[in-house]
């Protein structure tokens, strides 16, 4: 009840939760709005916003509808930010409780992995995996998961390491319970608030990692994601500018909001910040 009351009452918090909501209103009226293809062409390419009011946001350069793309590109943007930053916390997380719950050899060679990982960049790795394993939406929203866990690992490593000597788990261990008790049922829970917390940066990077992609004309093509929708727009950025700023400003806003969302739940998760 206290995170509840301090995360509402704390303005960032709201403005990132409204921000959020609206993503998901947009993603969850698309078929409603737009139950076509919003890939299929419409009219006339490149008709500028409000110049017919078929097409309320303009048309690509392919004489596709953008607020068709718009919303239902929101559904596939909260779709790789969620499934990517879940493979990420679930690898994270599983790494990092082993290595801070037994130390010793485990801890070494499991961070030394987690630094092999962290060498190069996440787009650099992201690229790689992408020009093996292909460019479907699968396959960049899985890699996206598999280069973001190594902070997570780090994390909650970090967290297992200060908990792990508490009195509450010398008392479990005491009444002779397994290691997977003391782990699952005594150390993560208490570990998960920062790690929850963390996810969100997680999420919004999930989401510019695969705009990135598709800027790039990296991702898959046959899905109407923001990214793609920016790339359609490079070519003709010098005089329908919208084509690409309409979808930028989307991604913004969507990563805007999960990133105060997160700031919302750290000032309500983090005891340091509780009032006395």
Do not use: C
């Not at 048309?59 to 919303?71: E, H, K």
């Not at 150390?187 to 969100?200: E, G, Q, T």
Request: no cysteine.
């Amino acid at each position: 009840m206290r995170a509840l009351k301090a995360f509402f009452r704390s303005p960032p918090a709201i403005i990132g939760l409204l921000l959020v909501l609206a993503v998901v209103a947009m993603g969850l009226a698309a078929p409603l709005l737009y139950p076509n293809d919003p890939l299929g062409l419409a009219g006339r390419p490149l008709q500028w916003p409000g110049a017919n009011p078929r097409f309320p946001l303009g048309t690509d350069p392919s004489g596709r509808d953008i607020a068709a793309q718009l919303f239902h590109g929101a559904r596939i943007s909260l779709l790789i930010g969620f499934v990517a930053t879940s493979i990420a916390v679930v690898i994270g997380i599983g790494i990092g409780a082993v290595a801070g719950f037994y130390g010793g050899a485990a801890d070494t060679v499991l961070m030394r992995l987690t630094e092999a990982f962290q060498t190069l960049p996440n787009f650099l790795l992201l690229l790689v995996l992408v020009a093996v394993f292909g460019s479907t939406m699968e396959v960049v929203t899985v890699a996206i998961g598999l280069v973001s866990w190594p902070p997570v690992a780090r994390l909650t490593r970090a967290e297992f390491l200060s908990l792990r000597t508490r009195e509450f788990v010398y008392a479990a261990r005491i009444q002779g319970l397994p290691d997977w008790h003391l782990i699952f049922r005594e150390v993560l829970p208490n570990a998960l608030p920062p790690v929850i917390v963390y996810a969100s940066v997680v999420m919004a990077v999930a989401i510019l990692l695969e705009s990135s992609l598709a800027f790039l004309q990296l991702s898959d093509p046959n899905v109407p994601s923001w990214g793609n929708l920016i790339g359609l727009g490079r070519s003709v950025l010098r005089t329908e500018w919208y084509v690409s700023a309409i979808p930028g400003v989307a991604i913004l806003l969507a990563i805007l909001g999960v990133s105060l969302l997160g700031q919302g739940l750290n000032d309500a998760l983090n005891p340091r910040l509780a009032p006395r």
